[in-house]
């Protein structure tokens, strides 16, 4: 069973509609959470990024973690046919290092203008 | 873009020969990651550099390696090539020598590597 799991998708919906995706985790030392936009043929970057628990919103943007079911969620609301790509959850232990980044295989969305 | 540049965006080759992915770092970082990325296996990390030193390993074959230069761009060599190596590789670059802070850590475009 891998460290972090990911519904691969792929997920269509239409313009303006609020998306969620989600990834759940079973190493409980996780503590850096990460949400990383891939465009297809292009290098990961950077959307969200929380410590521990709780909720953080950027925009349209908002990243949850529930470290006590292991679950971490990040929601997009007025999505945008922009928003079209793949998007890779990522955590790492205490300490923070990218080179302990453990990623998820992706959620690959798809906004329907 | 990122500033992390790497060389060449795409490669085509034959099993059994030998590659060398070539990486820039973002002005001023001195860190170095290269990670591989296929479709059965997902974002997986193989090596980090720090300022020229190899700091950590991780799946990375015997069959590959890597090294940061002086001037800090890094290569990643990828020799005796078999079907399975066909995947894209990522560089990466950040400031300090391990520790990130959520927007510390910058990704190249990648070299999309295929071995026929």
């Known amino acids: 069973q891998k460290e972090v799991e990911q519904d691969p998708g792929p997920l269509s919906v239409p313009e303006g509609a609020i998306v969620s995706l989600n990834c759940t985790y079973s190493?409980?030392?996780?503590?850096?959470f990460m949400w990383y936009r891939q465009y297809s043929r292009k290098g990961p970057e950077l959307l969200m990024y929380?410590?521990?628990?709780g909720n953080k919103e950027d925009g349209r943007f908002t990243a949850q973690v529930d470290k006590s079911s292991k679950y971490i969620s990040l929601f997009i609301r007025d999505s945008q046919p922009s928003d079209s790509a793949t998007y890779l959850c990522?955590?790492?232990?205490?300490?923070?290092?990218?080179?302990?980044?453990?990623f998820g295989s992706g959620t690959q969305l798809t906004v329907l203008p | 873009d990122s500033g992390v540049t790497q060389t060449p965006k795409h490669l085509i080759t034959a099993t059994g020969q030998r590659v060398t992915l070539r990486c820039s770092p973002r002005?001023?970082?001195?860190?170095v990651y290269w990670y591989q990325q296929s479709l059965d296996q997902g974002l997986q990390f193989l090596i980090h550099?720090?300022?020229?030193?190899?700091?950590a390993k991780g799946n990375i074959l015997e069959r590959f390696s890597a090294q940061q230069f002086p001037d800090l761009h890094s290569e990643l060599n990828l020799s005796s090539l078999e079907l399975g190596d066909s995947a894209l590789y990522f560089c990466?670059?950040?400031?300090?020598?391990?520790?990130?802070?959520?927007?510390?850590?910058?990704f190249g475009e990648g070299s999309w590597l295929t071995v026929v």
């Open positions: 990466a670059s950040s400031v300090e020598p391990g520790q990130i802070s959520g927007n510390t850590i910058y």
């Open positions: 550099y720090y300022n020229g030193e190899e700091r």
């Open positions: 929380t410590y521990s628990s």
């Open positions: 190493n409980s030392a996780f503590q850096y």
């Open positions: 990522a955590m790492s232990a205490l300490g923070g290092s990218a080179r302990q980044l453990t």
């Open positions: 002005s001023g970082d001195l860190s």
